[in-house]
C-alpha cells in the first residue's frame, strides 16, 4: 500500500509568481499552512506583486485532451520579506481536480524584478498530510515509515519538512512589450495590484502540446566479480524529476516536480556495473501575458512515470571511502531512508534541449538496493557509511 493510502496523504504542487519586497522575514509556525518558504538572491527588493495557481493533474491518456490551464488562487497565499519568500496554502481550498487519485501535481514559482524586467522560475513538490487533529505539509519524498513517526509523535514539526528554495534571479528577461510598460509603471510608484496585474502570467498546455519520453537514472551499483546486484524501484515510493524552464536566454534546469511510483519492477540481478533507469512523460508548457498574445516562458514538465526500464552499463568504479566490512549474503539499502540518491543529469534531456536534468529518490523499505555477496567484501558509500549514504559500491576485502 502507497503513502495516501497508509496515511491519507496527497502530494500537491502549486505554481506562483513573485516581484521582491522589502519586509521583516516571515517565521513557519507550526500548523499554519506552511507549504514552501525559499531564498531569492540577485534581486533588489521592490513591490510585492504575488500570484499563485494549481496545475492540473497529470495522467496518461489526458495529452489529447484540449487545453488545460492552470487554476488561480488568491494572490494573499505568497508573502515575500525581503529576500525570504513563505507560501501558505489552507488544503480546504485545493480545488478536486487539481489533486490525482494518488495525489501527485506541479510546482512553479515565477519572480520577476518590475524594474529591470529579469526573471526566474522554478518548482517543488509538497506532501499534505492528514493527521494530528489537521493537516500539514511535509517532505514530498517522505516515506511511510517517517509519516508514521511523524503522526506518532502528534506533532507536525516531528514530520520531515518541505525542503527550502535557493532562487537565482536572471534566468531571463520578460519581452519588450511587456517589460516596457511594467517599468513605467514601477518607476511612477504604481500600486501593488496594477503590477500584479501588468505581470500576470496565464500558464497551461495546449491541445497540441509538445511531449516526449525521457530516461531517468534513479539508482546505481557497482558489484565486484560474482557478486550481484539490483534494484527494486517499488510501488510505495516517490521520485522527483527535474524542471527546464525558457524565459528567453536559453533553457536553464530550475526546479523538480515529485511523482508517484504506482507500479514496481525489480530489475534481474547482474554482475555489471550499471545504472537504473526509468520513462518520464513530460509535456511543454507555455505561459502568456495576460492578453495571451505574448509568449513570456516555456517549460518541459515531468508528468509521470510510463513504466519503461532500461539500463545502462557503466565503465568507471567511482573512489568512495566510506567503507566498513561485511560478510557473504544478501545486502539492502532502504530500511531506513538516509540520503536520498540524487544526480544531477539523471534526465537525459540534452539531445534536445542542450541540458540534461536532476533526479532524486528516496530509499524505502520497498525501494531497495541489493547487493548479493559471495565472499567477505567492504562496501562503502558516497557521502557517509553505506547503511545511509546516496550510493554505494563494492571493495575488495583487503
Given at each position: 500500500?502507497?503513502?495516501?493510502?497508509?496515511?491519507?496523504?496527497?502530494?500537491?504542487?502549486?505554481?506562483?509568481?513573485?516581484?521582491?519586497?522589502?519586509?521583516?522575514?516571515?517565521?513557519?509556525?507550526?500548523?499554519?499552512?506552511?507549504?514552501?518558504?525559499?531564498?531569492?538572491a540577485?534581486?533588489?527588493p521592490g513591490?510585492?506583486?504575488?500570484s499563485?495557481?494549481?496545475?492540473?493533474?497529470?495522467?496518461p491518456?489526458?495529452?489529447?485532451?484540449?487545453?488545460v490551464?492552470?487554476?488561480?488562487?488568491?494572490?494573499?497565499?505568497?508573502?515575500?520579506?525581503?529576500?525570504?519568500?513563505?507560501?501558505?496554502?489552507?488544503?480546504?481550498e485545493?480545488?478536486?481536480?487539481?489533486?490525482?487519485?494518488?495525489?501527485?501535481?506541479?510546482?512553479?514559482?515565477?519572480?520577476?524584478?518590475?524594474?529591470?524586467?529579469?526573471?526566474?522560475?522554478?518548482?517543488?513538490?509538497?506532501?499534505?498530510?492528514?493527521?494530528?487533529?489537521?493537516?500539514?505539509?511535509?517532505?514530498?519524498?517522505a516515506?511511510?515509515?517517517?509519516?508514521?513517526?511523524?503522526?506518532?509523535?502528534?506533532?507536525?514539526?516531528?514530520?520531515?519538512?518541505?525542503?527550502?528554495?535557493?532562487?537565482?534571479?536572471?534566468?531571463?528577461?520578460?519581452?519588450a512589450?511587456?517589460?516596457?510598460?511594467?517599468?513605467s509603471?514601477?518607476?511612477?510608484?504604481?500600486?501593488?495590484?496594477?503590477?500584479r496585474?501588468?505581470?500576470?502570467?496565464?500558464?497551461?498546455?495546449?491541445?497540441?502540446?509538445?511531449?516526449?519520453?525521457?530516461?531517468?537514472?534513479?539508482?546505481?551499483?557497482?558489484?565486484?566479480?560474482?557478486?550481484?546486484?539490483?534494484?527494486?524501484?517499488?510501488?510505495?515510493?516517490?521520485?522527483?524529476?527535474?524542471?527546464?524552464?525558457?524565459?528567453?536566454?536559453?533553457?536553464?534546469?530550475?526546479?523538480?516536480?515529485?511523482v508517484?511510483?504506482?507500479?514496481?519492477?525489480?530489475?534481474?540481478?547482474?554482475?555489471?556495473?550499471?545504472?537504473?533507469?526509468?520513462?518520464?512523460?513530460?509535456?511543454?508548457?507555455?505561459?502568456?501575458?495576460?492578453?495571451?498574445?505574448?509568449?513570456?516562458?516555456?517549460?518541459?514538465?515531468?508528468?509521470?512515470?510510463?513504466?519503461?526500464?532500461?539500463?545502462?552499463?557503466?565503465?568507471?568504479?567511482?573512489?568512495?571511502?566510506?567503507?566498513?566490512?561485511?560478510?557473504?549474503g544478501?545486502?539492502?539499502?532502504?530500511?531506513?531512508?538516509?540520503?536520498?540518491?540524487?544526480?544531477?543529469?539523471?534526465?537525459?534531456?540534452?539531445?534536445?534541449?542542450?541540458?540534461?536534468?536532476?533526479?532524486?529518490?528516496?530509499?524505502?523499505?520497498?525501494?531497495?538496493?541489493?547487493?548479493?555477496?559471495m565472499?567477505?567484501?567492504?562496501?562503502?558509500?558516497?557521502?557517509?557509511?553505506?547503511?545511509?549514504?546516496?550510493?554505494?559500491?563494492?571493495?575488495?576485502?583487503?
Amino acid at each position: 500500500m502507497g503513502v495516501v493510502g497508509r496515511v491519507g496523504a496527497w502530494v500537491l504542487a502549486l505554481v506562483v509568481w513573485v516581484v521582491l519586497v522589502e519586509a521583516p522575514g516571515p517565521a513557519r509556525a507550526e500548523g499554519d499552512a506552511v507549504l514552501v518558504t525559499g531564498s531569492i538572491a540577485g534581486a533588489d527588493p521592490g513591490v510585492v506583486v504575488a500570484s499563485a495557481a494549481l496545475e492540473p493533474v497529470a495522467t496518461p491518456g489526458r495529452d489529447a485532451a484540449g487545453t488545460v490551464r492552470l487554476h488561480d488562487l488568491p494572490a494573499s497565499v505568497v508573502e515575500v520579506a525581503g529576500s525570504v519568500f513563505t507560501v501558505r496554502l489552507d488544503p480546504g481550498e485545493v480545488p478536486a481536480g487539481f489533486v490525482s487519485p494518488e495525489g501527485l501535481v506541479t510546482v512553479a514559482l515565477r519572480f520577476v524584478d518590475p524594474v529591470s524586467g529579469t526573471v526566474s522560475e522554478t518548482m517543488t513538490s509538497a506532501l499534505l498530510v492528514k493527521g494530528l487533529g489537521g493537516e500539514s505539509w511535509a517532505d514530498p519524498l517522505a516515506t511511510p515509515d517517517e509519516l508514521e513517526m511523524g503522526l506518532d509523535a502528534r506533532a507536525a514539526s516531528s514530520l520531515p519538512p518541505v525542503p527550502e528554495l535557493r532562487v537565482r534571479m536572471g534566468q531571463g528577461r520578460l519581452p519588450a512589450e511587456v517589460r516596457g510598460p511594467l517599468a513605467s509603471a514601477a518607476s511612477r510608484g504604481a500600486s501593488t495590484a496594477e503590477l500584479r496585474r501588468m505581470a500576470a502570467a496565464v500558464c497551461g498546455y495546449g491541445p497540441n502540446a509538445p511531449t516526449t519520453n525521457r530516461w531517468a537514472t534513479v539508482g546505481t551499483s557497482y558489484p565486484l566479480k560474482r557478486d550481484t546486484a539490483t534494484l527494486t524501484h517499488g510501488s510505495s515510493s516517490k521520485s522527483t524529476f527535474g524542471v527546464a524552464v525558457n524565459g528567453g536566454s536559453g533553457w536553464e534546469a530550475s526546479g523538480s516536480r515529485t511523482v508517484g511510483d504506482d507500479w514496481e519492477q525489480t530489475f534481474k540481478p547482474r554482475r555489471m556495473m550499471r545504472s537504473y533507469r526509468v520513462q518520464v512523460h513530460y509535456k511543454r508548457q507555455t505561459c502568456w501575458d495576460s492578453t495571451g498574445s505574448v509568449v513570456l516562458s516555456r517549460k518541459w514538465v515531468p508528468q509521470f512515470e510510463t513504466g519503461g526500464t532500461d539500463e545502462h552499463r557503466l565503465s568507471t568504479r567511482p573512489d568512495w571511502r566510506k567503507c566498513v566490512r561485511v560478510v557473504p549474503g544478501t545486502w539492502n539499502r532502504g530500511e531506513e531512508r538516509g540520503d536520498d540518491y540524487q544526480l544531477s543529469y539523471g534526465v537525459k534531456f540534452k539531445d534536445k534541449i542542450g541540458i540534461d536534468l536532476r533526479t532524486q529518490r528516496a530509499y524505502t523499505t520497498e525501494s531497495l538496493l541489493t547487493y548479493e555477496v559471495m565472499q567477505r567484501r567492504r562496501m562503502c558509500g558516497n557521502t557517509r557509511f553505506p547503511s545511509k549514504a546516496s550510493k554505494i559500491r563494492e571493495r575488495l576485502a583487503s
